[in-house]
């Protein structure tokens, strides 16, 4: 089973920045946190990952609680190609980095 | 580019009727993966190859085998397809790179029973 909770679905406005929440309490030390997103029709597509500290790159921001039980990732200035499902999910590298997706957040931009 | 290449992008096939999926890549990575995605769900692992190592996950059924010839490709035989077997199929690879594994995943096949 997967081990996080997000919310079914989000809107937002485009220009402005998305904020996706995710719950993983029961995280583990050496489990990381990684954010998938899978625009309709296509395969899923790496976003970013993390294990304590927060994240940057080209796409978004991860930004983990200090207690690891949550994170929140940020699409800064959200388009109207970023609308997609977002997975969050945690994993550890002992297994051999197979994930397990849960359901997701489906992320709405609209104009 | 470097990429995961699947073929074809849509299988139809008749019931009970085994069908193979191809997957192949250029990124010369040692893990790959099939996963399965009905409709309006999320994918679900079937199994993965780590290296040549075959790892099958608990309940996968026996319907479904895989083959690895070599690093680059990877076929998923579904020896006897039932209607709830059409689903699209992911194939993803990955690698170890600083103790994580971040995966590349195809653009899918969708299959169709009839």
């Known amino acids: 089973d997967a081990k996080t909770t997000q919310p079914t679905s989000m809107d937002c406005a485009e220009g402005r920045a998305a904020n996706l929440p995710c719950n993983h309490s029961?995280?583990?030390?050496?489990?990381?946190v990684y954010w998938y997103r899978q625009i309709h029709s296509q395969g899923p597509q790496y976003i970013i990952h993390?294990?304590?500290n927060n994240e940057t790159n080209e796409m978004a921001s991860l930004i983990i609680t200090e207690d690891r039980k949550s994170s929140t990732l940020i699409l800064p200035h959200a388009t109207l190609r970023d609308t997609a499902v977002y997975y969050c999910?945690?994993?550890?590298?002992?297994?051999?980095?197979?994930?397990?997706f849960g359901k997701g957040t489906k992320l709405s931009v609209k104009p | 580019d470097a990429m995961v290449i699947q073929n074809p992008r849509y299988q139809v096939t008749q019931f009970g009727k085994p069908v193979t999926l191809s997957c192949s890549q250029t990124?010369?990575?040692?893990?790959m993966y099939w996963y399965q995605q009905k409709s309006s769900q999320a994918p679900k692992l079937l199994f993965h190859y780590y290296d040549k190592d075959f790892n099958n996950e608990a309940d996968t059924p026996d319907n479904f085998q895989s083959r690895r010839p070599n690093t680059s490709f990877c076929f998923l035989d579904i020896r006897s397809p039932g209607l709830g077997d059409a689903a699209m199929y992911l194939c993803a690879t990955s690698r170890l790179a600083g103790g994580t594994y971040e995966q590349y995943f195809g653009p899918g096949t969708r299959l169709t029973v009839t």
């Open positions: 999910i945690v994993t550890d590298g002992g297994s051999q980095g197979n994930l397990i």
């Open positions: 993390g294990l304590k």
């Open positions: 029961t995280i583990s030390g050496n489990e990381y």
């Open positions: 990124l010369n990575h040692n893990v």
